[in-house]
Nanobody
Framework: QVRLVESGGGLVQPGGSMRLSCATS????????VGWFRQAPGKEREFVAA????????NYSDAVKGRFTISRDSADNTVYLQMNGLKPEDTAVYYC???????????????WGQGTQVTVSS
């Protein structure tokens, strides 16, 4: 059974940093691309970042490009999202998702975590 478990969310001040983790199990890590998505209250879920199975390809939304970095560690089957220069508009529930391939769209993703809340506020 495939499981994705996010962690690392919480409250941070504007301009601060936070790192989210997505621990995967039940599927060969080398075969999956992983994406991060977020959903703010009253808004649709949106793409944030994605990384290919071999880690050689990444993509970011325009809203986070230059501030967020996605990475993966095959030693512990975990994907990370390093978030710097956080803004109040980054406040949302952040989800990680996995698929066999690489995509910046929501629909192709087969497996989803439960989400972790990120709040950026002073």
């Amino acid at each position: 059974q495939v499981r994705l478990v996010e962690s690392g969310g919480g409250l941070v001040q504007p301009g601060g940093s936070m790192r989210l983790s997505c621990a995967t199990s039940g599927i060969a890590f080398r075969d999956i691309g992983v994406g991060w998505f977020r959903q703010a209250p009253g808004k649709e879920r949106e793409f944030v970042a994605a990384i290919a199975p071999n880690g050689m390809l990444e993509n970011y939304s325009d809203a986070v490009k230059g501030r967020f970095t996605i990475s993966r560690d095959s030693a512990d089957n975990t994907v990370y999202l390093q978030m710097n220069g956080l803004k109040p508009e980054d406040t949302a529930v952040y989800y990680c998702a996995a698929l066999k391939g690489f995509s910046s769209s929501i629909r192709p993703y087969d497996y989803w975590g439960q989400g972790t809340q990120v709040t950026v506020s002073s």
